[in-house]
């Protein structure tokens, strides 16, 4: 019997649980750190997982900027690579009703998530990610994500959208890597204790 597909949430976090980018000494291009982070949270783990799991606004905000297509020759060359390896993923929204699916390798599962992400976990394939926030948020609260991949801000932001909600019950993780960068960001992996 195959391995059951695991369930990561990948997300980006100020100290204070907001989910956004603020500006901070050595955030800023041509800092290397944040390559080095982005390389801990996605590069190093591209062959470990090849379906990304959004909700419908992530995937609109995705498709809008990740496609091969939209890049430019001045970006930085981290972008065409996260756009190869977005483009060659499978792309997987869950809605509660259809979704139009125009970037390549895209579809929609509509219903219940649960039953969506079971679905998916008997699906031949690599571990899957979570990108979008209020995906993350639902698949938490039914304690569905395996693996946490958490790149930590070093800034109490105080504003902003705020990932972690009131939940039903503890969570209990383990800690399999924590890395510190030069700029005072974290890179912390976790593995949901079932």
Request: aromatic share 12%; no cysteine; hydrophobic share 40%.
């Amino acid at each position: 019997m195959p391995a059951r597909r695991k369930i990561l949430l990948s997300m980006y976090l100020t100290l204070d649980g907001f989910n956004e980018f603020p500006s901070y000494p050595g955030s800023e291009p041509p800092a290397s750190e944040p390559e080095r982070v982005a390389e801990a949270m996605w590069v190093e783990r591209w062959g470990d997982f090849d379906t990304l799991l959004f909700d419908r606004e992530t995937y609109d905000q995705w498709a809008e900027f990740w496609p091969q297509s939209k890049r430019t020759t001045g970006e930085h060359p981290w972008f065409r690579q996260m756009s190869e390896f977005a483009d060659r993923a499978q792309k997987v929204v869950l809605s509660d009703s259809p979704v139009p699916t125009p970037w390549a390798r895209s579809r929609s599962l509509e219903g219940d998530v649960a039953a969506a992400v079971a679905r998916l976990r008997g699906e031949p394939g690599k571990a899957m990610v979570v990108v979008a926030p209020a995906l993350g948020r639902e698949l938490m609260r039914r304690g569905l994500i395996d693996e946490y991949l958490f790149a930590i801000a070093p800034v109490i932001l105080g504003k902003g959208h705020a990932f972690f909600g009131e939940m039903e019950a503890q969570q209990t993780l383990r800690l399999v890597e924590v890395r510190r960068f030069e700029a005072g960001e974290l890179f912390l992996h976790y593995e949901t204790v079932r």
